[in-house]
């Protein structure tokens, strides 16, 4: 699951509303390139070639972003199991296989999903694919800009404020840079949702990996799709403001709360990304 | 059929462990192996089977690609790990292996094909779709745009960075008059104007240049038929992608009306309606910028008409007008060619400000020609008016640096002009403007000095000559600065009177004085002392000034015919109507009137007779004339006492009572004795003092006398009045 904010990378220009970000196929996507790790085929010339010089960098990134999805289902089966029904996706990417409303609704029909993102192609491809889904529904939008997204008549009408929500920011915060003070406005997604919420984010870091550093740096390129702030745990943690940290903390992705210890693989407490979940009480 | 039966859940187990991530599958180790298990037991079965059927294990590649298998991986390490499980049991089932396992690699290659193209083909749908959305919404932006762009009230033209104009609206080519083929034809640069800036330009080239994105100015073009277009002009400069500059969108809006009346309110603002010529506030403009230039000396003529209000009064204010303007006209052409500012300061009050006045002479001989000018007869509705004019003139090196300054001395300079008698120039003399100032700074404080009792009276005896008797006295007001320095009445008391204050002084004297007079009497008894004091044309002028006296006289209970009152010569001899029926209230009151310095004016005696005066006051040069030294006019001392003999005859012969000032010295005491003068006064007899000193003067012969023989000579019956 992969989603990005606003291009910075690639032009750097603020003039005329083109071609949106992501409708072009000469130019690749987050969205696309991270659809190509997990051996999908909704992609590109241009984004096989990106996703190629990344993992030139970082070869285990194909595990790497399994164990991510892995740990989305994880995650998500978790709040299903605490009776949360309600789930924002921001930056949910192209679906691909073991999406949330899949997982979701294996264990409550019932429940709502809402996927948010900002390729227009990845927004246009979940919309085909959930045109018979019930209860899942996917709108393009900035993550950053929070009252959009939650003024969004959709949004507005499938939850139910007064009930918990879970809110998955899944691989996507490394995409965004300080100057957006991310902490501010991931607080702000829960500023007025109900007690029993939750926050869930995973976010790629370079502590320990030097590789992780170089693919950072191949993002921070020219033709990337979206320039890439890794993060350290510690700096992850905050983002989680003073919800209530649940355990086991922010750890490496495939060390947060493994369904048995078969499914740790050996190098897991190198993994290059960290994870965590908080709930509002 | 032979050999060991395989065991399905042996094979999911090391399948399991040889495909867990060489694909992405949304299935934990426990749930994979569940699912693979039910595979490897249809590969199994399959592969024990009597009939051979290609379907099942083809059907179990295409299920592996639907758990998301799609790594080649996946594949190559599902087909070792089924030949290592099935290959065992039994050579003779080696062509069933390599069917079951071609079955299997065909059935996953098939199942990816049609995923990969699937999801190709819904991706590129996608893509596609986001791509319409896009253009559609650009295309609505577009035609948003050029809606805008069409139907703007303010023009628009978008030019390429070589300044050639490749879009105009409508609504500019209404405002310049030019279809738009004639304007895109030409660059920006032809549509200069003689008042652009080069700094308008400057930052066009700027603009062009990339380092200014926005450019906002008033400009003006020429229209195709001539006339001028003023415009609120704003430039944008628009980047391509890579931020380069690509284009420059000018928005013009027509403020031609606004500019006009901004002009015509502007030069209304400077200007003066009647006249036309530069007013008030534009003439200050132009001084003061002269004055920046520390070098430079301008000076100014400070011209006001004489007796234009008689004009105006008598031929109405039409006439009056009419005289200005042609005036002003005339001055303007007299004087303006030669590079002096000609301005209106209101009224009949006009300036030549004339830029280089270093030189005294020429700034008279400008101010001379204002003069001339003025002069000349103006003809208005068939009268034929001749008017003067008084001018001050003043340059920078003596007015002062500021211009509110300059102003200042010009105008007490044409006070000087007016008051030295009209149709004249007079030129700036700085110790008469100190003067004038310091009498200006005095006349300030006279009403705070009232207030704060400054002023004090001292008292001079009046002395009967024919036995030495101090009969009465003369109050004199004196005035003690807050400083400390005293000051005379000469030096105050003509400011009081052009301010009016002498009415309240004068008030405060006469109480003053009666209140001392009842008080010495009040200690001594005897015969009343005669208290004279001085009282100025304008006091009696206030028609309240008999009620002024009466109300002194009550408050103090001082008797009438003990107040006597001064006035002067002249004061008495102009007084007509009003003052003359006041001096005959008082009259009536009982009060003594005196004619104060008796021989400076006409001294009509025989008008005197008219009036209700009791007694002369003969002026100090007629007895400093008497004894030796004495030079007062034609024949000598000897002339004079003849006539001052007759004069103490004619006022004897009127009934008038006679009393000398300035006795300075024992022979004019004696002479004014023997000349039957009535009373004297002066230093020679007592100096004027404070009351202490006086008192104890009054009402006996002064020491002094008392050794001294009265001279010879017969002596004379004092007239009564």
Known sequence: MQGSVENEGRTGNDGRADVPAGVDPTQPSVARVYDYYLGGSHNFESDRVFAQRVLAQMPDLVSVAQENRAFLRRAVSYLCAQGVDQFLDLGSGIPTVGNVHEVVHAVNPAATVVYVDHDPVAVTHSTELLRDVPHADVIGGDLRDVRAITGHPLVRDRFDRRRPVAVLLVSVLHFVGDDDGPADFVGEYLADAA??????????????????????????????????????????????????LLDPGVVRIPLWRPDSPDDVRPGAELYPGVAGMARKD | MGGDRVDPAALAADWTTAVLGTSYVSMNRRDLRRYLTGLATRLVASFDAPEWDRTVAAGVGRLMVAAHFTDARSLERTLAVVAEHLAPAGADRTSRLAALQGALAAGYAEALRERTLAEQERISMAAFAARVAAEEARWASEARYQAVFAGAVIGISVAELDGRIVQVNEALCAMLGYDAGEIAARPIYEFMHPYDTSDNWRQVREMIAGTVDHLRMEKAYYRKDGTELWTDLVVSLIRDQAGEPRYLVAMVEDITERHLLQTRLQHQALHDPLTGLPNRALFFDRLEAALEDEYGVPGVCYLDLDGFKAVNDTLGHDVGDQLLRTIAERLRAELAPEGHLVARMGGDEFVVLVEDASDPAHMRRVAERALETVRRPVRVEGNEIRVSASIGIVGRDQGGSGAAELMKAADTTLYWAKNDGRSRVAEFDRDRHRTDVARFELSAQLPEALRRQEFFLEYQPLVRLCDGVATGVEALVRWRRETGERLGPDRFIPLAEETGLIVALGRWVLTEACGQARRWHDAHGGERPLMSVNVAARQVREPDFVDDVRAALDRTGWPAGALQLELTESDVMTAGGGPLETLGALADLGVRIAIDDFGTGYSNLAYLRTLPVHELKLAGPFVTGIGPGGRNGRGGTAGTEAVLSSVIGLAHTLGLSVTAENVETAEQHGRLRSLGCDTGQGWFLAPPAGPARVEPLLGRPLPRLRRSPVPGGERRRPATG
């Open chain 1, 195 to 244: 007690r029993g919420s939750h926050l869930v984010i995973s976010h790629a870091s370079d502590e320990g990996r030097p590789d992780a550093s170089s693919a950072q740096a191949v993002y921070n390129q020219n033709r990337s799709p979206n320039r890439m702030r890794m993060r350290t745990g510690a700096e992850v943690e905050k983002l989680f403001g003073d919800l209530t």
